[in-house]
């Protein structure tokens, strides 16, 4: 068990080209979720999918984000004629059912960090 | 909706001080809650957690007990080491819900 790997850890674009960030779950994790992290803030919630159906979408996610899981393994999150505003870290999680609980403690990766200059 | 609010820092402490980090949550089922702590370029790795009232969750030091009486889930730590220097957060995971929901976060320095 390696963890939640992302990649790339930094990405410096320009104003309205597109980028594209990977997540790598933990393997036998079928819950994926993506969060956006701004300075001095928590994360805040985008997009979740359990296995490879996308299950849940906030408002933070404008028409110009778009996430994939399509084997329910590894995801994409793409962002399109990026704008300054969209410079922040881009977190990804996973997490599986505990069962009796029910409660999806998430596992974190390391981030990618998103300059659009 | 629901949410959390922790107190704000900078928190700097010495080494051996105690430590509290207070944390209040609105919510209108059965939430489970977390502290997660983030050291320097790392990402979010989760410290403690509790499901139910009373709840009491304890790691590496650290406890928080959930308090439905005050919605309440606070950090503490009787004796904190410089290694403690990272930003907690606290966090609410809504009952049949999925999205975590995080405080802004608090950065506790640690001094020799």
């Known amino acids: 068990d390696t963890g939640v790997s992302q990649n790339p850890r930094h990405k410096i674009t320009k104003r309205g080209q597109n980028v594209t960030f990977r997540c790598d779950p933990i393997s036998e994790h079928n819950r994926l979720y993506w969060y956006r992290q701004t300075l001095g803030q928590g994360p805040e919630f985008l997009t979740y999918f359990q296995n490879e159906a996308q299950l849940e979408k906030s408002r933070l996610l404008s028409d110009r984000f778009s996430a994939e899981r399509p084997k329910g393994s590894f995801s994409t999150l793409e962002i399109q004629r990026t704008e300054q505003g969209d410079s922040a870290m881009y977190l990804c999680?996973?997490?599986?059912?505990?069962?009796?609980?029910?409660?999806?403690?998430?596992?974190f990766g390391p981030g990618t960090r998103l300059t659009v200059t | 909706g629901d949410s959390v609010t922790q107190m704000e820092g900078p928190v700097t402490l010495s080494e051996e001080a105690f430590l509290t980090i207070n944390c209040t949550y609105t919510?209108?089922?059965?939430?489970?809650l977390f502290w997660y702590v983030q050291y320097p370029g790392e990402g979010l790795q989760l410290l403690l957690k509790?499901?139910?009232?009373?709840d009491k969750g304890s790691n590496k030091g650290f406890e928080a007990t959930y308090r439905k009486e005050t919605t309440s889930f606070h950090l503490e730590k009787g004796s904190v080491q410089v290694s403690d220097s990272a930003v907690y957060f606290c966090a609410l995971n809504p009952y049949n819900n999925n999205d975590m929901r995080f405080g802004a976060g608090t950065r506790l320095t640690v001094k020799p």
């Open positions: 509790a499901t139910k009232a009373d």
């Open positions: 919510a209108t089922g059965y939430p489970s």
């Open positions: 999680a996973s997490s599986s059912n505990t069962g009796r609980t029910g409660t999806y403690e998430q596992y």
